[in-house]
């Protein structure tokens, strides 16, 4: 009987010890979680921070060279599609082109 109480706290022994490993390694999943969700927030932030700059500096640059002020727009004209985004460069509106069905 001594032998069975002896495996039975053997038992439990691993269970618990089990049970902390597995708690061990959910907590350090979550750590490592977290800390990729804070890099690729931070390369969000930085890639912002370098379009800002980014564009400053060309505004800044093409406040007096109209040939550079008109490669802009061409650049703007091309790339923006959506109305608002148009707006704020002062672009007209895309039209969109329809089709007539085919007889």
Do not use: C, Y
């Not at 597995?22 to 927030?41: G, P, W």
């Not at 930085?46 to 550079?68: F, M, Q, S």
Request: aromatic residues 2%; charged residues 35%; without cysteine.
């Amino acid at each position: 009987m001594a032998t069975t109480t002896k495996a039975t706290k053997h038992d439990d022994r691993i269970k618990a010890l089990e049970t902390k490993l597995a708690q061990a390694k959910a907590l350090r999943a979550k750590e490592e979680a977290r800390a990729r969700a804070a890099e690729a927030a931070a390369k969000r932030t930085a890639d912002t921070r370098r379009k800002i700059l980014a564009g400053a500096a060309v505004l800044a640059e093409i406040e007096h060279d109209p040939e550079r002020s008109a490669w802009l727009n061409s650049v703007l004209a091309r790339q923006l599609t959506r109305a608002d985004d148009r707006a704020l460069f002062g672009l007209d509106p895309l039209r969109i082109l329809v089709e007539p069905p085919a007889s």
